[in-house]
């Protein structure tokens, strides 16, 4: 089960937001991974920080489970967007469930869709999911590159 969640903060807060203030709220989600009951079946994760002119700083993650374990991918995405907004509450801490069912129906119709249940024997779901998570790592994305990264940081990181 493919779970994608988009985290950001608010449009007021933005211009009070350092990079260093991201790197601290991603470090301590990723923590959370570690310890939060919710990613008891977490089989792989992927996260890439961007910085937009209209978005400021942001997160794009992926969040991979157990299928067997989960049928409810919308419901998952929101605790994870839920528990985000805790750790980033002092700056807005928002968040996009790309989960829900309207957002999985834009897809659908395109015949895109590449999160919630990926069955590994059906081709299609597979490769739309390739595609979906490689959004993370697209270079094309010229105006969402960090403009200063801090030194030892990354700005694509996952595990296994």
């Avoid at 910085?51 to 991918?73: L, M, P, R, T």
């Avoid at 960090?146 to 940081?153: A, E, H, N, Q, V």
Wanted: proline share 2%; hydrophobic share 30%; charged share 25%.
């Amino acid at each position: 089960m493919v779970v994608r969640v988009d985290f950001g903060y608010t449009k007021e807060k933005q211009n009070f937001i350092k990079i260093t203030d991201v790197y601290t709220h991603l470090q301590i989600m990723n923590r959370a991974r570690n310890r939060h009951p919710l990613f008891q079946h977490l089989v792989s994760y992927g996260w890439c920080v961007e910085q937009g002119k209209e978005k400021g700083y942001h997160i794009h993650a992926f969040y991979c489970f157990k299928g067997s374990e989960h049928q409810q991918d919308w419901y998952l995405a929101q605790e994870i967007g839920r528990l985000w907004k805790t750790i980033a509450a002092d700056f807005g801490g928002g968040y996009h469930n790309c989960n829900t069912p309207e957002s999985k129906a834009i897809y659908q119709r395109a015949k895109r869709a590449g999160v919630g249940m990926i069955h590994r024997h059906d081709d299609l779901a597979c490769e739309n999911m390739v595609h979906a998570l490689g959004y993370l790592a697209k270079p094309e994305k010229d105006d969402q590159y960090l403009r200063m990264k801090p030194k030892g940081r990354k700005t694509f990181g996952k595990a296994q």
